[in-house]
């Protein structure tokens, strides 16, 4: 269920799935109604930098931003791997309002 844009406090978390691994991100969402550009935010392997400062920099200035953790980092299902880490990715690039990502509470 896509979020109303007058209903978000600017930030929520989601969940997709990569080849039945559930994957956990954060979504930073710009303010208003319009179409949003939205920025995929990939963090090392397996990330200590997270780029929240990066999130909320692009999200005030309207830009929407997507974090997530590849399979099996920081509570990601499934196993570490360079070759998973790859292909976390592509679920990733779906948009959130499609359906194929959802908000956790």
Known sequence: MPIAPEEHDGITGVTFTSDRHRLLGTLYLARGSEPKPTALLLHGCPGLQQNGD??????????????FHYRGSWGSGGRASPSA?????????????????????
Do not use: F, K, Q, Y
Request: charged share 20%; net charge positive.
């Open 54 to 67: 990066l999130a909320v920099a692009l999200r005030d200035r309207g830009w929407n931003a997507l974090i």
């Open 85 to 105: 880490t790859r292909r976390s990715r592509a679920p990733a690039t779906t948009s959130p309002g499609s359906g194929a990502a959802s908000e956790s509470s």
